[in-house]
Structure formats: C-alpha cells, structure tokens
C-alpha cells in the first residue's frame, strides 16, 4: 500500500518568513496529493491540492510543487502570519473503487509562526 | 451549517461496550469516508461509501467494526466490544465526483 512521509514534524518561523513542508509518496499509482491544516481540537480543512498533470499551484500565499519522478511534494507558505500556526498534512490519493481517492495521510507538520 | 456534521461529539464508554457514531455528509455528496485519527498522527483511512454500497474497507477495519449507509445520505459506524485501543477522534468526510474529500468535526471516543 502507500506510505506517506512528512518532514519535519515541528517547524517554527519568524512571522513573516517562509515555511516549507516536504512529503514523500511510495505508490506511483497516486495522483491526487492534497494538503490539510487543522487547528486544535477542529476538523481538518483542504487548503490547497494538486492533481499529478501539474508541477506547481498557487493560491496566494500558498503554493505546492510536485516532482512525480522522485516522488515528492512540498508545501511553500511566503509571508506567514500568526494564523498559520497549526498542523498541516499532506495526502496521497491514489484511484480506488469506484474512482474515489483513498487517502493516505504524512504524519503532520506542527507550524509555530512567532510574532 | 451546510457542512458534515458529526454526532456525538465525544463519547466515554467502559471497555466493552458497544457504540455508535453518526455522520451526515454534505447534501448531494454521494461519497463518504471513515477515518481514525489518534494523537500526533494524520487520518487513517477505514473505509468508503459510494450512494449506499460500501466499496472499501480497510485492514484496520476489523470485525468489531461496521459501517452502514442505508439511504446513501447518513452513515453510521458501530464498534463492538471496545478496547482501549479504540481510543481515538472518529472523522468522517464527504465529497462528490471530484477528489476533494471535507471533513467533519469528529467524534471523541475514550474507552475506559
């Protein structure tokens, strides 16, 4: 099956600095890769996803690059802000039944941004 | 709130109880996903519903679980016999033909 890796596990920034969260996928049949940040104690919220027919997407302050051949995807945050801190995951979908994603999740990033 | 809603938020149960959670998705998404989360870990899958036919289920699913979806609109998943292990947040997520997945708020579950 697939396995996700995420680095790192806790990452700390000076507010206004960038933060960079990086992911490695194992199954080459993956192909949908989103990422989710989630609050304390809240439900999970998609806040940017790439299909693999795309190397980058960006959506203002947030943009995802993909490399399909080394298997890797990365989350770049520019200029953040104290509301960023949260912990964010990334996920790799693969077609499943029906043709669903069923996603895999990293083990999450904890993003400390210091005023 | 038109988004998924969870229902109960927690639960504590004693070891060896049975419970039940309940998930109502987004009106007209016809997939429905179970996740486990537990501390310091992402989702795990557990399984899928496509309308009312559950077409995934993961190894982690094991006999103690279930999960219905009768009318292919809410879904229920019962666990059976718990353990401490059983501990965790129970997520449930929905979506349409596109691959966005959103989530529920989850349901607490503590077992004693």
Known sequence: GENVEQHPSTLSVQEGDSAVIKCTYSDSASNYFPWYKQELGKRPQLI????????????????????KTAKHFSLHITETQPEDSA????????????????????????LTVLP | DTGVSQDPRHKITKRGQNVTFRCDPISEHNRLYWYRQTLGQGPE????????????????????????????????????????????????ASGRETDTQYFGPGTRLTVL
């Open chain 1, 48 to 67: 940017i996803d790439i299909r693999s027919n795309v190397g980058e997407k960006k959506d203002q302050r947030i943009a995802v690059t993909l490399n």
């Open chain 2, 45 to 92: 899958f557990l399984t899928y519903f496509q309308n009312e036919a559950q077409l995934e289920k993961s190894r982690l699913l094991s006999d103690r679980f279930s999960a219905e979806r009768p009318k292919g609109s809410f879904s229920t998943l019962e666990i059976q016999r718990t353990e401490q292990g059983d501990s965790a947040m129970y997520l449930c």
């Open chain 1, 87 to 110: 912990v964010y995951f990334c996920a790799a979908g693969a077609p499943s039944s029906g043709s669903a994603r069923q996603l895999t999740f990293g083990s999450g990033t904890q």
